[in-house]
């Protein structure tokens, strides 16, 4: 297990965990983003500084799937923006790890999420911002593919391929359900790269789960700058890396009761982490 695999089966864990301590949240879809946000967080692909959140030389991150907040919050805990022990603490009374990311609460937190199909907007008019201004840095932003059912995730995408926003990178999560079930079935939103390539943008397709690729994947998008935004077409499992998560629509917004939990937790190796 290489150094980013160890990160982002710790950062599982934690999520379940969490979870599971709430007694809500959304495991399924912080499950399938979690080696997205590692390849982000720590394989170089964005630059960023936990001592100085609001760094200006730092690219942005913008969680439109707010709901998988954990995923988020587990990352920026593991990278030194709040101590790891507040995971715990999601969802409770005066936390400030609420049930979607509140970016007055939380350094790390760009912008409150939520609402889906709202973040692609908000990517994109920071990324309009800083071409204004004439600076380089890079705003990459994580989708839902149930998310791309919105229509203003294309009034988005079009808006950007307009002004030839190549300082954007949008990252799909396609792991192809849904709080309703598969995507195909609620509304299909059929080959969302080819929508993408028709509506002006540059597209990347890559296995979510494979770190190396994505931080590939992600380092040439960045680099890319050709006249276009780019969009990284990220195929994932839901649930990934819990057995009985995997592909469940069931486990959109499901916490785990202390049985499924132990079950989860051996899924993920936690017995082998304590002894490492």
């Known amino acids: 297990m290489t150094e980013l695999e160890r990160r982002a089966r710790d950062m599982r864990v934690d999520i379940v965990r969490m979870i599971a301590e709430a007694g809500s949240g959304h495991p399924g879809g ?10 982000l967080y720590f394989g170089g692909a964005m630059e ?15 969680l439109a799937k707010g709901h998988a907040a954990p995923a988020l919050y587990a990352a920026l805990a593991h990278a030194g923006y709040f101590p790891r022990e507040e995971l715990m603490t999601l969802r409770k009374l005066g936390s400030r790890l609420q049930g979607h990311p509140d970016s007055n609460q939380l350094p790390g937190v760009e912008v409150s999420t939520g609402s889906l199909g709202q973040g692609l907007s908000i990517a994109a008019g920071a990324a309009a911002g800083l071409a204004l201004d ?38 799909v999560d396609r792991n192809h359900l849904q709080i ?64 009985f998560m995997e592909g469940q629509a069931g486990w959109h917004g499901k916490a785990p009761n202390a049985e499924q939990l132990a079950a989860a937790l051996a899924d993920l190796g936690a017995a082998e982490k304590k002894g490492e």
């Open 30 to 39: 912080s499950l399938s983003c979690v080696d997205i946000l590692c390849a």
């Open 48 to 62: 960023h500084d936990p001592q100085n959140p609001r760094w200006e030389g730092r690219d942005r991150f913008i």
């Open 134 to 171: 004439g600076k380089p840095q890079t705003v990459f932003a994580l989708l839902g593919d149930g998310e791309c059912q919105e229509g203003q995730v294309w009034e988005a995408a079009m808006f950007a391929a307009h002004r030839g926003l190549d300082n954007l990178v949008a990252i």
């Open 180 to 243: 309703d079930g598969d995507t195909a079935d609620v509304c299909d939103p059929g080959d969302v790269g080819a929508k993408f390539a028709a509506f002006g943008w540059s597209v990347r397709e890559v296995d979510g789960h494979d770190i190396p690729a994505l931080v590939e994947a992600l380092r040439a998008a960045k680099a890319e700058r050709v006249g276009k935004p780019c969009v990284l077409v990220a195929h994932t499992v839901k649930g990934k890396g819990v057995s």
